[in-house]
């Protein structure tokens, strides 16, 4: 059998077992093992230890549980209530104001936790009961909260963009500062939305009424409460950005800034400290298991020379260009995004794509910020993207199906125009980490 044809039949083999319920670890491991040991008999063992070897020397990879660490210590202690009454007082009297503040809210999420499903639980438990009790368009605030959820992955410290990082080989520093101004921008286009929106129909957002009530000091108070997650993020970056620290220093410093918090806020007891170690280490050996597959898959495709067959096929006998090829890329994870998740999504296509994008000439920092985005839309995309059926068990029973469903699409739209902006200028992406580390 030639090598273009093992290739196919592994990732043939691969989705056929994904499709099975099978876990996405083990699917791609043990396509990968099975394929190894067949090709080149009992020394394919190498590749499994090898790949378990380059895992276990890569030293950023000890960020990972300390973000989430850090993630789960701000979400368990509720701080996030802090945060949305805080947008709740300050935002409540412009039209379609607290959902503007829901977008600010699910910033400082992902900004505290690096997973947009867990701003997708935080928006759905707090803001959204809130949104429809004053009144605002339950079709639209469905839309807002789905919409936040989405910057989880792009804002830093985002986790998917850490396993991005070990796949393409890229240091994790530069995606996370090439995700800030994609990330800020695209909330900045969603508050834009909403704000024209409620201002030609304020019947969708209407203004609070109660909110001139609340006492000057009150909102004082809550102005400082909401900044601490800022004042965190900034203890963790600042001393980052500026060469200070070390990436897994500064990740120390933020998951040791927001114990310390929690514990000065009187928020932090044993039971939650027990939930945020075990929800940690469950979450990291996850992550490192589909690293561990991802890699050995990937270093049999290398064996097999996939990549270059592929790349004659696109550019030789298709004569496609390099840009025609990228957006092929970006559709096939839409249609994936249907039944997979982010994860599943980068461990399959990575060994593909990744080093196709390098040979056609893309920079892979410029495209880890694209596969973010790209996901994000195909979460949110009918009928089966993974966003929908997550907001259909948190929403309240008033909130339909087709109300989830109609609500994305304003949405959607926005997050397409932001991925074309960054695919025509890539400078938005590649600026900041280009300034950080070229000084």
């Given at each position: ?38 090709l080149w008999g009992t020394g ?155 201002r030609i129909q304020p019947e ?236």
């Amino acid at each position: 059998m030639s090598q273009e044809y093992i290739a196919i039949f592994m990732f043939a083999l691969m989705m056929l077992m994904l499709f099975t319920g099978q876990r996405v670890f083990g699917a791609i491991g043990a396509v990968a093992t099975i394929a190894a040991l067949s090709l080149w008999g009992t020394g394919g063992q190498d590749i499994t230890f090898s790949a378990a070897m380059k895992l276990m020397k890569w030293y950023p990879l000890l960020t990972l549980p300390m973000f989430i660490f850090m993630g789960y210590v701000l979400s368990e202690s509720r701080l996030a209530d802090d945060l949305y009454r805080m947008f709740h007082v300050w935002m409540g009297p412009v039209n379609g104001g607290l959902a503007i503040g829901t977008i600010g809210l699910m910033v400082l999420v992902s900004a505290m936790n690096g997973l947009s499903v867990a701003g997708m639980a935080i928006g759905a438990t707090i803001a959204l009961p809130e949104l429809l009790r004053r009144g605002y368009d339950k079709t639209m605030v469905t839309g807002v909260i789905q919409a936040g959820s989405s910057l989880g992955i792009l804002v830093p410290p985002s986790v998917v963009l850490v396993l991005y990082a070990m796949i393409a080989r890229q240091p994790v520093g530069q995606l996370w500062l090439a995700g800030i101004v994609p990330g800020l921008m695209m909330a900045g286009m969603f508050i834009l939305y909403i704000w024209i929106r409620c201002r030609i129909q304020p019947e969708l957002g209407p203004a609070m009424k109660d909110a001139h009530e609340v006492p000057r000091a009150e909102k004082i108070r809550l102005l400082g409460a909401g900044a601490l997650p800022l004042i965190i993020f900034a203890a963790m970056m600042v001393p980052f950005v500026n060469g200070w620290t070390s990436l897994v220093e500064s990740s120390a410093i933020g998951a040791l800034a927001a114990l310390v918090v929690s514990v000065a806020k009187r928020r932090m007891t044993w039971a939650i400290f027990e939930t945020c170690t075990k929800h940690t280490l469950a979450i990291s050996c996850m992550f490192m298991w589909i690293i561990l597959a991802a890699l050995g898959f990937g270093a049999v495709f290398d064996g097999l020379g996939a990549v270059k067959a592929i790349d004659n096929l696109f550019t030789d006998q298709l004569g496609l260009s390099p840009w025609m090829i990228l957006i092929l890329m970006q559709l096939s994870f839409i249609v994936m995004g249907t039944f997979l998740d982010d994860t599943a999504m980068l461990v399959i296509v990575a060994p593909l794509y990744v080093p196709l994008v390098g040979a056609l000439g893309f920079d892979l920092i410029w495209y880890g910020v694209l596969y973010t985005i790209t996901t994000q839309i195909a979460y949110m995309t009918p009928p089966f993207g993974y966003n929908l059926f997550l907001m259909r068990a948190m929403a309240p029973p008033e909130i339909t199906l087709r109300d989830i469903y109609g609500s994305i699409f304003p949405f959607v739209a926005v997050m397409v125009l932001a991925l074309t902006i960054i695919m025509i200028f890539p400078e938005l992406a590649l600026w900041l980490p280009g300034y950080v580390y070229g000084n």
